[in-house]
């Protein structure tokens, strides 16, 4: 069965750091570029960062530059998302996704259910 998992969230102070993990199965990850999105309460999805099915390309969000980054390890079928100098307004429940293909300018064809981050002191 085709499925992404996400971990690592959590509670976290502001400035503090958090490293989540997308784990897929039902599938070969090598073939697929992995997105990471965010939902705040009340506001709109937002794409995060997004990674190529080979690592080489990462596309992301301004506000989230310089202090989130993406990577994979396909031989373990995971993507992970570090986020550092993490604010307030960072809090949300953070989702990744499977695009259609090897590109980041691909549609989503499949999600996972979420980690809540919050950042709070």
């Known amino acids: 069965q085709l499925q992404l998992v996400e971990s690592g969230g959590g509670v976290v102070q502001p400035g503090g750091s958090l490293r989540l993990s997308c784990a897929a199965s039902?599938?070969?990850?090598?073939?697929?570029?992995i997105g990471w999105f965010r939902q705040a309460p009340g506001k709109e999805h937002e794409g995060v960062l997004c990674?190529?099915?080979?690592?080489?390309?990462?596309v992301g969000a301004d506000s989230v530059k310089d202090r989130f980054t993406i990577s994979r390890d396909n031989a373990k079928n995971t993507v992970f998302l570090q986020m550092n100098n993490l604010k307030p307004e960072d809090t949300a429940v953070y989702y990744c996704a499977r695009k259609k293909g090897n590109w980041c300018d691909y549609g989503v064809d499949t999600w996972g259910k979420g980690t809540l981050v919050t950042v709070s002191s």
């Open positions: 039902g599938f070969t990850l090598d073939y697929y570029a």
């Open positions: 990674i190529s099915s080979s690592g080489a390309s990462t």
